[in-house]
């Protein structure tokens, strides 16, 4: 399994800008959730769907993100307008399923530079 | 809100000296502990923890989950320059992890 993929690796763009982030799962998982890491923040929570719902979303910091689960095997984050307080890495996530096997695999993020 | 917080924020040692790495943790509905290695790229799973007292180990690396107290330390033995990198803990509620902001570690030749 090529485990969770994120496309682009990195992206710079202007303030103003829209910007979409993507992710594919691995295969089987019914969770995905995106994260956001920064210095000053660490790594936090955006939102996660099960089965391609949303379940929660009150780590998105405000209405310029949005999050969407089309199928089961793709996922996309986007920014619109996109601001310098931005520029963070963006991790995808799955997981398999809920009860005690909470674990992760992450994929390898998206740097987003916003100047 | 549910918080977790990691110590010490980051340390330099020798390889072959042992590091105690420190997380405890306020959440609600905690389910699980859960710790991550991550170098330059994404966080890699090392353990996950649901019951208090019993140790888990992976080589080196182990790791012990007090929920009485709330807190959780990750030992590495013997370190070596490989372990360097920024260990994260999570804990997990339901479905969501809340991480603690890492402790970096730095393992000198």
């Known amino acids: 399994d090529a485990g969770v993929i994120q496309s682009p690796r990195h992206e710079v763009t202007e303030m103003g800008q829209e910007v979409t982030l993507r992710c594919k799962p691995i295969?089987?998982?019914?969770?995905l959730f995106w994260y956001r890491q920064t210095m000053m923040r660490g790594l936090e929570l955006l939102i996660y769907f099960n089965n391609n719902v949303p379940i929660d979303d009150s780590g998105m910091p405000e209405d310029r993100f949005s999050a969407k689960m089309p199928n089961a095997s793709f996922s996309t984050l986007k920014i619109q307008p996109s601001e310098p307080r931005d520029s963070a890495v963006y991790f995808c996530a799955s997981s398999f399923k809920t009860g005690q096997d909470n674990e992760q695999f992450f994929g390898p993020g998206t740097r987003l530079t916003v100047l | 809100e549910d918080k977790v917080v990691q110590s010490p924020l980051s340390l330099v040692v020798h390889e072959g000296d042992t590091v105690t790495l420190n997380c405890s943790y306020e959440v609600t509905n905690f389910r699980s502990l859960l710790w991550y290695k991550q170098e330059k790229k994404a966080p890699t799973f090392l353990f996950m923890l649901t019951s208090s007292g019993i140790e888990k180990k992976s080589g080196r690396l182990s790791s012990i989950l007090d929920k009485k107290e709330l807190f959780s330390i990750l030992n590495i033995t013997a370190t070596q320059t490989g372990d360097s990198a920024v260990y994260l803990c999570a804990a997990a509620a339901g479905n969501k992890l809340t991480f603690g902001g890492g402790t970096r570690v730095l393992v000198k030749p």
């Open positions: 295969s089987g998982h019914d969770y």
